[in-house]
Each structure stands twice: as structure tokens, then as C-alpha cells.
């Protein structure tokens, strides 16, 4: 039987730097019923550039060009903000994630008490900010968009040199532009990491809609991450590729009611069916009136509803048999 799917509500960096926009994302992320909402910590000159441009995404998602450093600067969330933002979650029944992407947002983290960590795609070839997050030894979450099998190997590899256990990991198949085109979703690749590593998988999902992380949950993801906003049409770089307050609540309830309909792999009848057995199945009867003493024979007998009477399973039990009194037509055969 298939545990519950941990589903990761990814704000991101959709609260666009404004705090009250990050608390009404929490709320929205509590009522829908996610178990996680995951902001993204980081310090904009610790991950960026001055002469990184941004991805094509980010130019049009935005409708303007400009250096990466000026774009995060802007969405930066300090310490406050974080205790705050923990403080919120807290009181809306919600645990708190947060993703980092440097060594002093990685120790901010730490100070928060955060004992799961997310490793972005980008970080995946990051040798030293694998090594780091390894050396923590605590729940990891690799999410490996653009990379392929062996990097995903090397990775694991590191993590594991620096005493982080291979069972405390999970594994997130994902493709890495927003929205991600559903020709290079590739959800079978999650599958084969799954079989390979020998490791739990899931999926972070830039599709556009729900379908695709319905399907993952389907295929055996134990983890969805999916991005939401308040309302795509806001300025930012993720807004477009994001689920609104109701695209959540159906990707929540989609997956609950998936995991209830996996049931426990028994084929049996169940008590909804059972009642609907006599309705649906059939039973022996006469084809035409038949005499007491008559013989049972394909001429006279067929089957019909209700299945209330012999099942038509022990047809060769009956033919040659001998009525033993007179039936009508449509009659219950007896033996």
C-alpha cells in the first residue's frame, strides 16, 4: 500500500519581496492542505554574479531584461522575515521549508532549526554546497532538473562521504524551465532513478495544471513540489508557471483521493459491489415454459438477470438434468 504523499507547496520567491504577500501565500498553502510551504532563502551576491543574465524564462515571465543580481535582490528574505514567516506557519498548521542556495543562507537555516534540507537543481554540481549539506547529516531532498543519472550519482556520492545516510534521502525528478514543456517532462525517468539508485523519488513539477503531478503521484512519487501564487498575472519571474489558490486545492484533493483509491492491491468485491451483484450478473432460467420431467437442454434454457439464481459458471451442471417441476418462462431454473 502506497504511504501519504508529502506535497510541498513552493512559494519561492512568488511573494515578490512584500512580507504580507508571503503570509497570505502561507494561508492559502494551509487551507488547501499542503504539508509543507517552501520559500527560497538566499543572499543575492553569494549566488550571483554581477555580469549573470537571466534565463529566458525570467525576460518573459517579467517583460524585461536586466542582471540576475538585481532581479534577487529584490526578493531576499533576512532573518526576521524568516522567524516571522515560521511564526505564521506555526499558527496556520503548516511546517515551514525553505530552500538555500549559499553557505550564509545554509547557516541561517541552521539557526532557524530547519532539519530538512532542499538541494536545488542548480546546486546539484555544486561540490562544495553538496558537501556542506551533506555534513549537516540530516533529511535530504535532491531535486535533479537538468542533470543526468551520473551526475545524480555524484551527488549522492558526496552527501553520502560526508555522513548524510542514503535512506534519509528522496530523489525529485524535474524538468528545469517554467512552464516546463510537457514533450520534455520525461516522467518516466523517475522511474528509472527510482530503480537505479535504489532510493524513494518524487517530483517537482513545472508543468502548467495538475495533471502531470497527478500522474507522478500514480507513478510512485513520494513527494510533490509544485509552485503557487496569489494571481499569475503578478510581476515575477515564476508567477506564470505557478498554481492559483484553487489549482492548489484540486492538486491537494486530486492526490488525497488518488492515495485512497490505491487501496491494498486485493482483488475482492467490496460491499459497494456486492449489492449490485444480483443486479448486474445473471442466473440460469427457462427460455420457454417447461414441463416437469422435461431435460434440461441449450433450447429451453438461458441466462438472464437477476443473478440471484444458479450462475450460469455451472451451465454444464444443469444441461442433461431432469426438471423436477414445471417453470415458466423467465423462472429460476432449480436443480
Not at 12 to 19: E, K, M, P, W
Not at 78 to 90: A, D, Q, T
Not at 144 to 169: C, D, H, K, P, Y
Amino acid at each position: 500500500m502506497k504511504t501519504k504523499t508529502i506535497i510541498i507547496a513552493e512559494a519561492g520567491v512568488n511573494h515578490n519581496g512584500d512580507i504580507k504577500i508571503a503570509e497570505s501565500l502561507i494561508r492559502v498553502a494551509a487551507e488547501a492542505g499542503a504539508d509543507f510551504v517552501k520559500f527560497q532563502t538566499f543572499q543575492a551576491n553569494a549566488i550571483s554574479s554581477k555580469t549573470a543574465g537571466r534565463a529566458e524564462y525570467q525576460k518573459a515571465n517579467m517583460n524585461e531584461d536586466g542582471s540576475q543580481l538585481s532581479m534577487l535582490k529584490k526578493l531576499e528574505l533576512n532573518f526576521e522575515m524568516h522567524l516571522h514567516l515560521m511564526k505564521v506557519c506555526k499558527e496556520n498548521n503548516i511546517q515551514f521549508l525553505s530552500t538555500a542556495f549559499d553557505f550564509p543562507s545554509v547557516e541561517l537555516l541552521k539557526q532557524l532549526g530547519i532539519k530538512l534540507w532542499k538541494i536545488p537543481s542548480g546546486e546539484i554540481t555544486n561540490y562544495p554546497f553538496l558537501k556542506k549539506i551533506g555534513s549537516l547529516k540530516q533529511e535530504v531532498i535532491l531535486s535533479t532538473g537538468m542533470s543526468t543519472l551520473g551526475e545524480i550519482e555524484a551527488a549522492l556520492t558526496v552527501l553520502e562521504e560526508q555522513g548524510t545516510l542514503r535512506e534519509n534521502i528522496t530523489v525529485l525528478h524535474c524538468t528545469t524551465e517554467y512552464p516546463a514543456p510537457l514533450a520534455e517532462v520525461n516522467l518516466r525517468a523517475m522511474e528509472s532513478i527510482r530503480v537505479a539508485l535504489g532510493l524513494r523519488v518524487g517530483y517537482s513539477d513545472h508543468t502548467e495544471g495538475i495533471e502531470i503531478s497527478l500522474a507522478a503521484v500514480s507513478l510512485g512519487a513520494t513527494i510533490i513540489e509544485k509552485h503557487f501564487t496569489l494571481d499569475k498575472s503578478l510581476p515575477g519571474p515564476d508567477h506564470k508557471a505557478s498554481l492559483e489558490p484553487q489549482e492548489l486545492n484540486n492538486l491537494v484533493r486530486g492526490i488525497r483521493n488518488i492515495e485512497e483509491a490505491f487501496g491494498d492491491g486485493i482483488k475482492r468485491p467490496f460491499p459497494s459491489e456486492i449489492r449490485n451483484m444480483s443486479i448486474a450478473r445473471k442466473s440460469i432460467v427457462a427460455k420457454e415454459n417447461i414441463g416437469k420431467g422435461e431435460v434440461f437442454s441449450e433450447q429451453n434454457i438461458t441466462t438472464k438477470r437477476p443473478g440471484n439464481g444458479i450462475s450460469p459458471m455451472r451451465w454444464n451442471e444443469v444441461i442433461g438434468k431432469i426438471a423436477v417441476k414445471d417453470f415458466r418462462e423467465d423462472d429460476l431454473i432449480e436443480i
